[in-house]
């Protein structure tokens, strides 16, 4: 498999440095972060979707005033996961699977540009997200960007566990070396996704830790901005926190072995991707 490691959103709240800790100026610069997987019988498979296109050009319709203006998403269809597979010279069919760690508006808004694409996540997940009984989940999940798909999986934790973890290790149509791993919290059907290379794991770990400096040392690290953000979308704290402190003596008795990242951190991207650069 060839990893492509992609930007499928900007977002820059006001904050600098007190969100993402390297801005000086007052605006702070967070990612979507997603990846392209090149397969040689499965076709690409993305994980993630970062925004759609039809999020870039119709925004009111497809995202709430609140995330618009909290978030300051910045309307750039170069940045769209249908834009970036098509420079990779690939067409929108060439993308037969999607698998997502959730449901929320910044992680799934490209999923109308890929339609033919299966898509594979935690059950859990698609239970929540069609229970939109609360102010919250009204704001993060968009029936606009999912409602009219088809081709949906939806995955109960079930095989052998994953570095101590539960996982959905067969995922239907994927290579064996894709797995679901949940981690509830953010959302109660959030996953990570862990995919297994030649030297080693690597772990897309969507919103289960927002900062670089959560995981790989024994106490936390988080600036003000992504610790009030976390604590305001989380689903179940207590969840959230215990897969965090997991995930946290994970990283630092495994550091060899995976590779570790989430959706929003842009120096994880940077230190993933050379060729991305922060604007």
Known sequence: MRIHHLNCGCMCPLGG??????????????????????????GLIL??????????????????????????????DELTAINQVQRLGFRAEDVRHIVLTHLDFDHAGGLTDFPHAQVHLMQQEIDTAEQRHSWLRRERYRPAQWSARSGW???????????????????????????????????????????????GWLLHGGDAWFYRGELHQAQRHCTPGLRFYQWMMQADGAARRQNQQRLRELSLAHSNDITFFCSHDAQELQRLSPGFSID
């Not at 925004?51 to 050009?57: N, T």
């Open 17 to 42: 440095a007190l969100y993402d800790g390297f801005s000086h100026g007052i605006k702070s610069h967070l990612v979507c972060h997603c990846l392209l997987i090149e397969t040689d019988s499965h």
């Open 47 to 76: 994980v993630d979707t970062g925004f759609g296109l039809q999020d870039m050009r119709r925004p009111a319709d497809r995202l709430t005033r609140f995330f618009r203006t909290l978030n300051n998403i910045q309307y750039r």
């Open 153 to 199: 999986h939806g995955y109960q934790a079930a095989g052998e566990r994953w570095f101590g973890f539960d996982a959905v290790n067969q995922l239907q149509g994927l290579p064996p070396e894709i797995l679901l791993v949940p981690l509830p919290g953010h959302t109660l059907g959030h996953a990570g996704i862990a995919i297994r290379q030649p030297n």
